[in-house]
């Protein structure tokens, strides 16, 4: 994964966090017509995203609790408003979760890695593909709650 990489993972969390921090958490939670799911949502399933993707699938232990990945994950949709607190502890992951990726690409073996076919249809062998393909999954999701913040 090239610093360059990183650089635009955390652009992308700083877009995103700017917005969670922009709106009440009210509008937050809103889910619009025809939409499933909400900003804050949209933000927890980045972070759970890219833990999957990059820890997950290289056998590595994700730092998110297990019912935060479940509510999170891929498939899933807000079910329940949430509150102050959630806004901020997913607002401290969005930062958290890519400095301490940048550290563990250091330190950490990644190679225990799972082929996994994605639903854009294409295939992660390790985990710099895992990395990059996470990229624009963000960037679809950013393009989502920009969408999302002018209906709130």
């Known amino acids: 994964?090239?610093?360059?990489?990183?650089?635009?993972?955390?652009?992308?969390?700083?877009?995103?966090?700017g917005m969670l921090h922009a709106h009440t958490i009210q509008e937050l939670n809103f889910i619009p017509e025809n939409f499933n799911n909400n900003l804050l949502w949209n933000a927890g399933h980045v972070v759970v995203t890219q833990q999957l993707l990059?820890?997950?699938?290289?056998?590595?232990?994700?730092?998110?609790?297990?019912?935060?990945?479940?509510?999170?994950?891929?498939?899933?949709k807000p079910t329940r408003h949430y509150d102050e607190a959630e806004k901020q502890q997913i607002s401290g992951l969005l930062v958290s979760t890519v400095d301490d990726f940048a550290q563990d690409?250091?330190?950490?073996?990644?190679?225990?890695?799972?082929?996994?076919?994605?639903?854009?249809?294409?295939?992660?062998?390790?985990?710099?593909?895992?990395?990059?393909?996470?990229?624009?999954?963000?960037?679809?999701?950013?393009?989502?709650?920009?969408?999302?913040?002018?209906?709130?």
């Open 1 to 17: 994964m090239t610093d360059f990489n990183l650089t635009a993972l955390r652009a992308a969390r700083k877009n995103m966090l």
């Open 54 to 76: 990059c820890y997950g699938l290289a056998n590595l232990p994700m730092s998110l609790p297990k019912e935060m990945i479940a509510e999170f994950r891929k498939g899933s």
């Open 105 to 152: 690409l250091q330190t950490k073996n990644f190679g225990d890695f799972k082929v996994y076919p994605t639903s854009f249809g294409v295939t992660l062998h390790n985990v710099t593909e895992a990395a990059a393909f996470n990229l624009a999954h963000e960037a679809m999701h950013l393009g989502t709650m920009i969408a999302l913040r002018k209906l709130v």
